[in-house]
Nanobody
Framework: QVQLVESGGGLVQAGGSLRLSCAAS????????VGWFRQAPGKEREFVAA?????RGTYYADSVKGRFTISRDNTVYLEMNSLKPEDTAVYYC??????????????WGQGTQVTVSS
């Protein structure tokens, strides 16, 4: 059984930074791509960023490109800079089905709240 646990969320002022972490147990984490998603109140979940199992491939939503950076070692990180109030959401990490980024994810964490005040 794969378990993903996100951490690092919190309250920050606009323009500030946060770093989210996603740790996994139950499967060789490094063999799979991982994605970050977010869901704001009343909105659908949306893709934020993804990283391949090797770490050499990354992909970002246009809304966060240039502000967020995804990286990994034994944990997957999402460094979020220049945060905006519209970044407020629950952030989830998800483990993909293969080493490369395919857009398909099998396992999800419980989420961590990020709130950006104006």
């Amino acid at each position: 059984q794969v378990q993903l646990v996100e951490s690092g969320g919190g309250l920050v002022q606009a323009g500030g930074s946060l770093r989210l972490s996603c740790a996994a147990s139950g499967r060789t984490f490094s063999s799979y791509a991982v994605g970050w998603f977010r869901q704001a109140p009343g909105k659908e979940r949306e893709f934020v960023a993804a990283i391949s199992g090797s770490g050499r491939g990354t992909y970002y939503a246009d809304s966060v490109k240039g502000r967020f950076t995804i990286s990994r070692d034994n944990t997957v990180y999402l460094e979020m800079n220049s945060l905006k109030p519209e970044d407020t959401a629950v952030y989830y990490c998800a483990q993909g089905r293969s080493l490369v980024i395919t857009g398909e994810y099998d396992y999800w964490g419980q989420g961590t709240q990020v709130t950006v005040s104006s």
